[in-house]
């Protein structure tokens, strides 16, 4: 007992020695609350000022700990501009038809009297230190003041109302914040400016837009931004060309296949290509390609090698080793209805639609073990020969399987796999999912109510979400389940393990 006492003594006064350490108590910090978001209301930061202040703003801007508040009203913005703790707050969203202004009562009843009342925004009343700041492209909207410089973010959202001219967007973009990252903008912007100067610190900008849209920007030397053309004419085609820094291109008339397209591109959408496809037309840097209404048999080597995701949705051509590259992740054949020879499809893919394919089966070696999401909307047939999906890595979407009939052989497809999303519209006979690894399962049943029965969910399930599926008989849930989600009207709770937290869809 005393070498336990003398034990606790000396690792308290180790972790207090650590405590006291300012940079040390700092880093553990910020490391715990590392990519947290506040939701925060004006009386939050009232309340919790003490805690909030810990954080610099460049401890901040490192962990990416944000403090957003959004102003929904004229009262919000009263309380923002006043607030003095408001230095604190990081990202500030604003919804349509909010003043972003100070005026008198008498002033503001005036100005929602007006027919077409003008929205405004004071760009002086944004605090020094905010980061990010979001608004809706409005019919009517004027500004004055400037942004302040420390916005790295920028999002200007699309509202409902297309290609209007809008006189603060014109403002803020003729002198945009000289720290800005980020710059969003709505598709097909009027600008009424005669040039925009990006920022060399800009990282990622978004717009898409015809050459008009697009040719008043200046951008640093050697940028290249996601940014997207509206092809329409020659015109458009040759300044794509000549300004590299567009790296993407939907063409909206018809194309000529013989045609050789930019060699910078990276994404290509093209609706309407009149001819074949043939080898050198499309750019080697290309990663994402979708020909609308595209018929005509692939060759080898028409695909250039770094192509990452392609989408054909009317070609039913049987496809051979070579068609497709190794490069592949993502495949859209939405007409397509051929049997699939084995190592066709490419060893890295992890995203296959095919909603016409309806063959008796898949041969061994037809599907790659990398997917992760499967539609398949008309198959009623079998994967026994497939083996099983490697258990799929994922960051924010969950794997999914889509078919028309689940077949017995999904047990075995799906033996290794954690967590999967099935959605289907009947249920074959003899589906028995309980050997399988399976621990968060959501299943989505498009058909006439469905019955569970003994044995057809995994044992050791964690996490059940269910749509279109009834529970009516004892022990159909493990006992290892903790949470379910159900659209059961009169779910009957004594069926359900106690261990088992329900919740129902509204």
Not at 230 to 235: E, G, I, N, P, R
Not at 299 to 313: A, C, K, N, R, T
Not at 448 to 462: C, E, H, I, K, V
């Amino acid at each position: 007992m005393h070498n336990k006492h003398n034990c606790s003594n000396n690792n308290n006064r180790y972790f207090y020695s650590l405590w006291r350490n300012r940079y040390i108590r700092d880093c553990i910090r910020n490391n715990v609350c590392s990519d947290t978001f506040i939701d925060a209301t004006i009386e939050y930061l009232n309340n919790n000022h003490r805690f909030l202040s810990l954080f610099s703003y460049n401890e901040k801007v490192e962990y990416n700990i944000i403090i957003h508040v959004k102003i929904k009203n004229r009262d919000d913005v009263i309380e923002y501009v006043n607030n003095k703790h408001r230095d604190l707050i990081d990202r500030i969203s604003i919804v349509n038809g909010v003043d972003v202004t100070i005026d008198n009562d008498q002033q503001q009843q005036q100005q929602q009297q007006q027919p077409s009342r003008v929205i405004r925004y004071d760009c002086d009343l944004f605090h020094q230190g905010l980061q990010s700041l979001s608004f809706p492209n409005q019919k009517h909207m004027v500004g004055s003041g400037k942004l302040p410089d420390s916005i790295r973010k920028l999002t200007i959202s699309e509202a409902v109302d297309k290609n209007i001219n809008n006189p603060l967007v014109d403002m803020i973009l003729a002198e945009l914040p000289s720290q800005l990252e980020r710059l969003s903008l709505p598709r097909g912007l009027n600008i009424n400016v005669p040039t925009c100067k990006l920022p060399n610190t800009l990282k990622d900008f978004r717009f898409r837009g015809t050459y008009e849209n697009l040719k008043p920007f200046v951008v640093p030397p050697n940028k290249v931004f996601d940014c997207t053309i509206d092809v329409k004419s020659d015109q458009d085609l040759q300044w794509l060309t000549q300004h590299t820094w567009v790296n993407q291109a939907i063409f909206k008339t018809e194309f000529d296949a013989t045609r050789v397209l930019p060699s910078h591109l990276t994404s290509i959408k093209i609706d309407f290509l009149d001819g074949r496809l043939e080898k050198g037309i499309l750019p080697s840097s290309l990663t994402s390609l979708y020909i609308f209404d595209y018929d005509e048999p692939l060759e080898v080597g028409v695909l250039p090698p770094g192509l990452l995701e392609l989408d054909l949705p009317d070609y039913d051509h049987p496809l051979e080793q070579g068609h497709l590259p190794d490069s592949l992740t993502e495949l859209d054949l939405g007409s397509y209805n051929q049997p699939l020879e084995p190592f066709v499809l490419p060893n890295n893919l992890t995203r296959l639609t095919m909603y016409s394919f309806n063959q008796e089966c898949f041969q061994a070696n037809t599907l790659p073990h990398s997917l992760s999401y499967l539609q398949l909307w008309s198959f009623k047939g079998s994967f026994e020969h497939v083996g099983s999906l490697d258990n799929p890595l994922y960051n924010c979407y969950m794997p999914q399987l889509i078919v028309d009939t689940l077949h017995e052989s999904v047990a075995t497809l799906l033996q290794n796999v954690t967590t999967i999303k099935i959605t289907t519209n009947q249920i074959g006979n003899n589906v028995y999912l309980k050997d399988t690894a399976i621990q968060d399962l959501v299943i989505v049943y498009r058909s006439d109510r469905y019955n569970l029965y003994p044995g057809f969910l995994p044992s050791t399930l964690q996490k059940l979400d269910i749509i279109g599926l009834d529970i009516k008989m004892d022990n159909l849930i493990p006992q290892s389940c903790i949470y379910l989600k159900t659209d059961i009207v009169d779910l009957n709770s004594k069926l359900i393990p106690l261990s088992v937290q329900i919740t129902k869809y509204e």
